[in-house]
């Protein structure tokens, strides 16, 4: 199906862990996006990338790893889990840069024990 | 670092009713944009205006922008209760991505 997909939708997971989260775009969108929400801090970006194999960190990236090795896909990796991280993870993707709407992923919600 | 703020956090509103967001930004833009969250989603883009242009309609949105206050607004006529969700301003300043605000949740009742 055409669009952006996460996966997992959901996952727990214990404080330590290496925990990937996976967001896939089939439109070959330029950019792609990570944030994250929590109550009372609306959406913060975490990283982005412009192009395969070109990523920038966003307003909260410690302890978060991305890649880019293709222009689809854009795992986020958190190295070391922690109960701070604990959150719901949006993916997204635009055809260009800011001037140009962002398309969403549904979302994964992370929990860490 | 957060650039729009919505207000109000929170509206309440009976179906029909028209609903009215406002967003204040802090540094000069390129555009501002809307999106909706309905409950357990992604956002959803909704209108995209930019620094020149002062009023943009989509439906029964309408987005209006004031540069000199820094400043937009989203109206929403004839509300549904398919309207509940939180809508959000995200702001393109030009050498940084979309920086998003808070978000403002409409209610409209039944």
């Known amino acids: 199906d055409a669009g952006i997909t996460q996966s997992p939708r959901y996952k727990i997971t214990e404080t330590g862990r290496q925990v990937t989260l996976m967001c896939h775009q089939t439109w070959s969108h330029s950019y792609m996006f990570w944030y994250r929400q929590d109550l009372g801090h609306g959406l913060r970006l975490i990283y982005y990338s412009a192009a395969a194999d070109i990523t920038d960190k966003g307003e909260v990236s410690d302890g978060y790893v991305v890649s880019r090795s293709k222009t689809e896909n854009f795992p986020l990796t958190l190295e070391s889990a922690t109960r701070s991280q604990t959150s719901v993870y949006f993916c997204?993707?635009?055809?260009?840069?800011?001037?140009?709407?962002?398309?969403f992923g549904p979302g994964t919600r992370l929990t860490v024990t | 670092s957060q650039q729009g703020e919505e207000d109000p956090q929170a509206l309440s509103i009976q179906e029909g009713e028209n609903a009215t967001m406002n967003c204040s930004y802090k540094t000069s833009i390129n555009n501002l944009q809307w999106y909706r969250q309905n409950s357990g989603r992604g956002l959803v883009h909704l209108i995209l205006?930019?620094?020149?242009?002062r009023e943009k309609h989509s439906g029964r949105l309408r987005v209006t922008l004031d540069t000199s206050k820094k400043s937009s607004s989203l109206l929403i006529t004839a509300s549904r209760a398919a309207d509940t969700a939180s809508y959000f301003c995200a702001t393109d300043s030009g050498n940084t991505p979309l920086v998003f605000g808070k978000g403002t949740r409409l209610s409209v009742i039944a």
């Open positions: 205006i930019r620094s020149n242009e």
């Open positions: 997204a993707s635009s055809e260009s840069g800011s001037s140009y709407e962002q398309y």
